[in-house]
């Protein structure tokens, strides 16, 4: 099995996140607490993901552990729950991975208790580095952290990684500013932590295509390793840049985020169009965030030139009863098309 920078030598990698919001809309996970507990209530139901997305086009398993560390289980009481939930989810993604010939990934995400200053950094650091462990464990091919809004606590995240002798995947995410908490622009953070020893650097979450694609080509001319961008699929725009931001007319003008987002939702096209302008910036490592549908990892693994399995299934509108391209069908859908 070559491992990530291998693959990336040779053409751009898949990488399906998005198991939040997809688990949560199946049923399985409470949005506000959004802790993925569904690893130890409904494991079937998190490896049907994995293999979907594998299906799909993602050559990445990420193990679903986003949200799994002690800090987010303590505010809702559950820290008991923490190395069973992370040991499952690292097992689940493992065995898919094996069967499927795909790259294991661990995670890492934003902790929503760092805070410059030195008790705060011990706390993270030390949540990270219990997580690494298991992953470690786990036999992960490397490690992903993602959605860090401050500098300092992604390269808390990266020293964690490094420290276990593991690869980095390291991404941020850009809220309605275009700096991070600490000031710090996504082009000068991401040197830094490629400069920290980093494999991958980029964006993830929060923007949507129209919103990430612009601050993708400063990210590449800032870093010489290969950059990652991972956009959620909704519609996010200049004045409404990022998912908490947008507002939904029908509904008074009410924040979408993050329950009431489906009207925002980008259609598979949109993802395959940002994945091809995105390539054309060198990015390499391409893939979709919280929203993401396995119908959008195949549109973003057919832009990457990749057949996947998925692809026997691509849409082909000729043979569509009315729409589709034989003459005899196409007069049928001139003559049916005003009642339609």
């Known amino acids: 099995m070559p491992d990530l920078l291998e693959l990336l030598k040779h053409g751009p990698v898949v990488c399906a996140e998005g198991y939040l919001f997809e688990c949560e809309r199946r049923g399985y996970l409470q949005a506000g607490a959004f802790v993925p507990e569904v690893v130890l209530d409904h494991p079937e139901v998190v490896e049907e993901l994995h293999r979907e997305f594998v299906h799909a086009g993602s050559d990445v398993v990420e193990a679903f552990t986003y949200y799994g560390h002690r800090e987010k289980l303590r505010v809702i009481g559950k820290e008991d729950i923490l190395e069973p939930l992370n040991r499952e989810a690292l097992a689940i993604a493992a065995q898919v991975a094996r069967d499927t010939g795909t790259l294991l990934a661990g995670n890492l995400c934003n902790t929503n208790v760092y805070e410059p200053g030195a008790a705060a950094e011990r706390t ?53 500013e275009l700096s991070l908490r600490d000031g710090s622009s996504p082009q000068d953070a991401c040197r830094q932590m490629e400069q920290a020893g980093a494999s991958v650097v980029g964006l993830n979450c929060i923007r949507g295509p129209l919103t990430m694609l ?127």
């Open 214 to 340: 612009p601050l993708l080509g400063s990210i590449r001319a800032a870093v010489s390793c290969p950059v990652a961008a991972l956009p959620v699929p909704y519609r996010t725009t200049a004045s409404e840049p990022s998912m908490q931001a947008l507002r939904d007319p029908a509904r008074g003008g009410a924040q979408a985020f993050p329950t009431g987002l489906d009207p925002f939702t980008c259609t598979r096209q949109e993802l395959g169009e940002f994945a091809a302008a995105a390539l054309d910036l060198g990015v390499r490592y391409l893939g979709v965030c919280c929203g993401a549908a396995p119908h959008h990892i195949r549109a973003v693994a057919e832009a990457a030139g990749k057949t996947p399995p998925a692809s026997r299934y691509s849409p082909d509108m000729s043979k569509h009863s009315f729409l589709g391209s034989d003459p005899g069908i196409a007069k049928s859908y001139r003559e049916y098309a005003p009642n339609l």
């Open 124 to 176: 993270v650091r030390s949540a990270f580095e219990e997580q690494v462990g298991w992953a470690a464990e786990a036999g992960v091919d490397f490690v992903i952290a993602e959605t860090f809004s401050w500098a300092g606590e992604a390269l808390l995240a990266l020293e964690a990684i490094r420290a276990a002798g593991l690869a980095a995947v390291v991404t941020f995410a850009v809220h309605r």
